[in-house]
């Protein structure tokens, strides 16, 4: 009988109870003493709260640089791939060009992807997989032709020269598509930086995917084309 007596107690012990772990309240609350309550500086969930960054402090990697060196490297494989067309006459000249086009197709083109990469890991932002799956499908098309194209050449055949400003093109536009997604990426990454509480002293420039405009200030056309705005 006393046994019966004690467990009846307890169940209705248990039953009185709203929670029994922190899982079983809703929000943020804590289960303390079997009641659900807003958390306290002294509850472990509310230091756990507090120990969690919610925003960074400045965009980490180095996407911007990367999107840079994109572009210049995409330009600068176009006008090698223009170069060996017009000198396509003499085997010296236009085989070289191509050769640096292809070499500096090559080597640039997964160093632009490793500074969107680089933001993407330490942000934990996504970027855009699709803008980045298409531009590895043309790496992977034009290194392939070019290294024909450059080994046809050296072999002293003729490469046809609408096949090399092709070529070109396509380096050019496979560069500016992952330059692209690396100033996408560092977009996302901008909006999880905490924004300053005071204004900043001095010249401060900032580089932002396409069109930056600094507070309280209009900036030219060429400005907004290079993304870059000052403030003082």
Do not use: H
């Not at 180095?62 to 490297?73: D, E, N, T």
């Amino acid at each position: 009988m006393r046994v019966a007596v004690i467990f009846f107690v307890l169940f209705a012990f248990t039953a009185a109870a709203q929670c029994r772990t922190d899982i079983e309240c809703k929000g943020d609350r804590v289960c303390v003493a079997g009641e659900c309550r807003a958390p306290t500086p002294g509850d472990g969930a509310s230091a756990m709260l507090t120990q969690r960054p919610a925003t960074l402090r400045e965009v980490p990697g180095w996407s911007a640089g990367g999107a840079v060196l994109g572009f210049l490297s995409g330009g600068a494989v176009m006008g090698l791939s223009v170069a060996s067309a017009l000198t396509q006459g003499s085997f010296v000249p236009s085989l070289s060009f191509g050769a640096s086009a292809t070499l500096v197709f090559a080597v640039t083109t997964p160093i632009v992807e490793a500074s969107s990469a680089s933001v993407r890991t330490q942000a934990g932002v996504p970027g855009s997989f699709g803008l980045r799956l298409c531009a590895w499908i043309f790496y992977g098309l034009t290194l392939a032709n070019a290294l024909a194209a450059v080994t046809i050449g050296a072999a002293g055949g003729e490469v046809p020269t609408p096949l090399i400003y092709t070529l070109g093109g396509l380096g050019l536009t496979t560069e500016a598509m992952f330059s692209i997604e690396a100033l996408v990426a560092r977009s996302q990454a901008s909006d999880l930086v905490a924004p300053t509480t005071a204004a900043s002293s001095g010249w401060t420039v900032r580089l932002a995917p396409l069109v930056a405009v600094a507070p309280g200030r209009g900036i030219s056309g060429a400005a907004a084309m290079l993304g870059v705005g000052g403030s003082f």
